[in-house]
């Protein structure tokens, strides 16, 4: 397992190392379109906000980008699809991109390839986040697995997944005591929770317990949380999981968006830039996360992304 320690610089060389240089050059003619997108550049008296902003998550103090990468797209076997070595440059190039936060969990087909995936990154400069599925007897020991199998010695958001039932703070208080004794040995630095259903949100947002919640998030309504249809379907009203996402950022918990491009549905480019600029409008969201198959992709959203920053 490598050795790493999120307080502690590990910086590789050239292209990444320069981002430590990115503040003493600010103001120069020096930036490259990398170096402006990963720094939140400022010109005059305002900030230009990029997809590659590190923003805070909620009150974990926490750092992510703003965009994240999902890895879990038909559980992770469209990414699964570009092969081990596709998968790992995808990585890198959207890391060469600003976008350090990566998003996977157990489930993924792609999970057992992150570790070589982020190998030769900088731990230190990565948010990586990953989920718990059912209810495993040996809860704590298999988020130890976690960290054995994406090669890290902490993890810095792990949820429990895909939660459906309003009772699910009770059903599984086992697994999240696991969680609880997983952050106190330093193994996760943050815990939450992923929903599809709008009661077990509502839940989530309820108990103490959660700090991070991943949510399903577009104007549209297709696979948002609603009251009953666990996975989701199209057009739902998307106003009670607005709420609930106000009533998160006024407890201080992390809030990160997902199904922004509709799972996958949304085939029209304005679709998607549609439901970027709403997640974008909304100030409670700290970062979003969408899955990709190409570099084309990943182009698409931070031009999205950085268009409508410009604009809301």
């Not at 980008?65 to 596709?86: C, E, I, V």
């Not at 909304?282 to 268009?307: L, M, S, Y």
Request: with cysteine; hydrophobic share 35%.
């Amino acid at each position: 397992m490598r050795k790493n320690n999120p307080s502690k610089a590990g910086c590789g060389v050239t292209r990444r190392q320069f981002i430590k240089t990115s503040t003493a050059l600010a103001g120069t003619a020096l930036f490259t379109p990398w170096i402006l997108t990963g720094a939140s550049a400022v010109t005059g008296s305002s900030t230009i906000r990029t997809a590659a902003d590190q923003m805070t998550l909620g009150k974990t103090g926490i750092k992510l980008s703003r965009l994240g990468f999902g890895t879990g797209s038909a559980n992770g076997s469209t990414q699964f699809s570009a092969g081990k070595d596709g998968f790992t440059d995808l990585i890198h190039y959207a890391y060469d991109q600003g976008i350090t936060y990566v998003d996977t969990a157990e489930a993924y087909h792609t999970f057992g390839w992150i570790g070589t995936a982020i190998k030769g990154l900088p731990r230190e400069k990565l948010f990586i986040q990953s989920k718990v599925d059912g209810q495993p007897e040996d809860a704590l020991g298999v988020i130890d697995s976690h960290r054995k199998t994406l090669d890290t010695d902490y993890i810095d958001s792990l949820l429990v997944h895909c939660m459906t039932g309003g009772q699910w703070t009770d059903e599984w208080k086992r697994i999240m005591d696991a969680f609880d004794q997983a952050k106190e040995k330093k193994w996760i630095r943050a815990k939450g929770v992923s929903c599809h259903t709008l009661p077990a949100l509502c839940a989530a947002v309820a108990t103490d317990w959660t700090e991070v919640h991943l949510v399903r998030v577009n104007p549209q309504g297709s696979f948002t949380d609603a009251e009953s249809d666990g996975w989701g379907s199209f057009g739902h009203d998307i106003a009670p999981v607005m709420q609930q996402i106000k009533t998160m950022r006024a407890k201080g918990r992390g809030v990160i968006g997902m199904k922004i491009c509709g799972n996958g549905t949304f085939t029209d480019p304005a679709d998607r830039e549609k439901s970027i600029r709403f997640a974008m409008s909304c100030k409670e969201i700290d970062a979003v996360v969408i899955g990709f198959k190409n570099r084309q992709e990943i182009d698409e959203a931070i031009e999205h992304i950085n268009r409508a920053l410009k604009e809301v």
